[in-house]
């Protein structure tokens, strides 16, 4: 089974980047789609990026497309997500989620996910 851990959370200011890593463990990431979500406070969990097993493709919510890019390195089991010009509306716990299904954009198509990184984004 695969366990992940995001990391690269944190307080930045609007306008400022960020990269967010999802690093697995216990079994290679190589066979997974990978994916990003996002949840804000009082609302639900929502589909960022996603990018295939073999990173030959990638998905992108409208709300983020042209700022975020989502790439992996399946040498080093890592999953990335850069994220600029961002804004107090990016603010969210940052989930990351392995699974089978591509595309999948709805939290049930995937079952692996790790606990999440927080990003705060001041104005």
């Known amino acids: 089974q695969v366990q992940l851990v995001e990391s690269g959370g944190g307080l930045v200011q609007a306008g400022d980047p960020l990269t967010l890593s999802c690093a697995a463990s216990?079994?290679?990431?190589?066979?997974?789609?990978e994916a990003w979500f996002r949840q804000a406070p009082g609302k639900e969990r929502e589909f960022v990026s996603a990018?295939?097993?073999?990173?030959?493709?990638?998905s992108y919510a409208d709300s983020v497309k042209g700022r975020f890019t989502i790439s992996r390195d399946n040498t080093k089991n890592t999953v990335y997500l850069r994220m600029n010009s961002l804004t107090p509306d990016d603010a969210a716990v940052y989930y990351c989620?392995?699974?089978?299904?591509?595309?999948?954009?709805?939290?049930?198509?995937?079952?692996?996910w790790g606990q999440g990184t927080r990003v705060t984004v001041s104005s």
């Open positions: 989620a392995a699974g089978s299904i591509w595309l999948g954009t709805e939290t049930y198509e995937y079952s692996i």
């Open positions: 216990g079994r290679a990431l190589n066979t997974y789609n």
């Open positions: 990018i295939k097993w073999n990173g030959q493709d990638t």
